[in-house]
């Protein structure tokens, strides 16, 4: 069993560059994938990006650019740093594990932006 618990979320003004923080009851170094998902009212989570055990990285056509996702294995912590935020990047965001097969996900963390 792995927990996944995020943190960093909130009240934001547009423009503005919040970081999430992903911890994980494991050692981030052994796991295979990591990444982010995001929820917006009425709509399906939707992919946002994803860091492997290698460290490459992909994102959504929607973040490229602004988001940027990164590992820091000693916290066991994956961060999404994020900038330039826009209204429609109010959602709640997930972050998710894929260990051994199975995939592991955080309770969500709200980000709301303002104009």
């Known amino acids: 069993q792995v927990q996944v618990v995020e943190s960093g979320g909130g009240l934001v003004q547009a423009g503005g560059s919040p970081r999430l923080s992903c911890v994980v009851s494991?050692?981030?170094?052994?796991?295979?994938?990591m990444g982010w998902y995001r929820q917006s009212p009425g709509k399906q989570r939707e992919w946002v990006t994803t860091?492997?055990?290698?460290?490459?990285?992909a994102y959504a056509d929607s973040v490229k650019g602004r988001f940027a996702i990164s590992r820091d294995n000693a916290r066991n912590t994956v961060y999404l740093q994020m900038k330039d935020l826009q209204s429609e990047d109010t959602a709640v965001y997930y972050c998710?594990?894929?260990?051994?097969?199975?995939?592991?996900w955080g309770q969500g963390t709200q980000v709301t932006v303002s104009s």
């Open positions: 998710y594990v894929q260990h051994q097969f199975l995939n592991y």
């Open positions: 494991k050692s981030v170094a052994e796991i295979n994938v």
């Open positions: 860091i492997t055990q290698s460290g490459s990285t």
